[in-house]
């Protein structure tokens, strides 16, 4: 057999037991028939799998129970016990983390604000925080697994490298390297929204299906997608890159230095400026949000409607591309602009039905959930969780 060969049986194998821990953890207890249900595999291949799980101590499996008038069945469930886990998330403004135990429970959470988001300055406050979150973890250091970042932008998983964030106004920034170096623990990087899809499908929307994308909308618009059950990040990282979705060739420059894109057309300071281009001093937006919503009405009011309208008629034309690609079951919105979606939603969802090819968008269940900041920290503590034991018991 070649090597090639090799080395994709070992991959399908780091999957296969990666998929089982995390239906075990997300629908446990559970016996090995049920597990091979939902996994759509026959029940010689989850026998063949569990093995090292159980050996490895990741699994427990206890002893046999009634199931109805069937044959009494043994039931298996993470053992949260083996290890813990830190997960953080470096934004422009503030890091969040949270430790957590191998069923992804949060044990601790704190974040801290940061002045500036230089490589620098950001990747030593996520050091610090992770050293602050461990103290306050019982017997952390014989325990721990690792640790979890998630960052916006293009991030190359393989090397710990953010390729580029134009959020972050990083190039080429080492960031497994030095939190390696300055935490002594085996560190995961991953695109941010890539771990909020990891969360979303283990404890959150996407539990019941397997093919749905995570759009963030805010400062920016990120995306991740999870398809046929497999987190897709694409050949170098890139998948997903929706806000950077070419639009209007003629349209406000983007903060990646291209014109019209998705997140110059929807972001929060496309709201912005299209209150400013009218004369109304807004500079953030809550105060946008609040002029919006407004009791007092007005013309100040109908202006701040009409830029959500604007910006989610924008949204929505990218969200009926991305579904007529990918033919989507469901759409997840978050991020921190999510609580403004009774202002945009509306407009969004028109846009998509429009534009949508066939039965694009009626095949596609939309969703908001504004999610927290330990959400997308959680996601990435699931991520060391997931490749831990995909890898270490192969």
Not at 166 to 193: F, I, M, Q, S, Y
């Amino acid at each position: 057999m070649s090597p090639s060969k090799i080395r994709f049986s070992e991959l399908v194998g780091e999957q296969t037991r990666a998929e089982i821990f995390a239906t075990v953890l997300t629908a446990g207890p559970i016996s090995r028939t049920q597990l091979a249900q939902r996994l759509g595999l026959v029940p010689s291949s989850v026998t063949r799998m569990l093995p090292p799980l159980l050996e490895h101590d990741y699994l427990h499996e206890s002893d046999a129970v009634p199931q109805g008038r069937g044959r009494p069945q043994k039931m298996l469930h993470v053992n949260p016990d083996k290890h813990i886990v830190v997960g953080t998330k470096i934004g422009p403004a503030q890091v969040s983390g949270v430790v957590t135990d191998m069923a992804a429970n949060v044990l601790a959470r704190a974040e801290e604000p940061i002045a500036d988001c230089t490589p620098e300055t950001a990747l030593s406050a996520a050091a610090a925080l992770t050293s602050r979150l461990l103290s306050e973890a019982p017997e952390a250091a014989d325990r721990v697994l690792g640790l979890g970042v998630g960052v916006s932008g293009h991030v190359d998983s393989s090397a710990g490298i953010c390729r580029y964030s134009a959020l972050l106004d990083w190039d080429k920034v080492d960031v497994a390297g030095p939190l390696r170096e300055a935490t002594r623990l085996p560190v995961v990087v991953n695109n941010d929204v890539n771990t909020l899809v990891v969360a979303e499908r283990w404890f959150g929307q996407g539990r019941d299906v397997d093919s749905f994308a995570v759009v963030t909308v805010g400062p920016g618009i990120g995306c991740g997608l999870l398809l046929d059950g497999t987190l897709f990040s694409g050949a170098t990282g890139l998948a997903g890159e929706l806000g950077h979705l070419p639009l209007d060739p003629a349209g406000p420059m983007c903060s990646c230095g291209r014109r019209g894109c998705l997140e110059a057309l929807a972001g929060d300071r496309a709201v912005l400026r299209h209150l400013q281009d009218a004369g109304i001093p807004c500079t953030t937006i809550s105060e946008a949000i609040d002029l919006a919503r407004s009791p007092a009405g007005g013309s100040a009011q109908a202006v701040a409607r009409s830029a959500f309208a604007e910006a989610g008629a924008a949204l929505g034309r990218g969200l009926a591309g991305m579904c007529n690609l990918l033919n989507l079951q469901k759409i997840i919105i978050a991020g921190e602009g999510a609580i403004a979606y009774d202002l945009f939603g509306p407009a969004a969802s028109q846009a998509l039905e429009t534009h949508a090819f066939s039965t694009a968008a009626r095949d596609c269940d939309v969703h908001v959930d504004p999610v927290r900041h330990d959400l997308w920290a959680r996601g990435a503590a699931c991520l060391v969780i997931r490749d831990a034991v995909g890898a270490a018991i192969s």
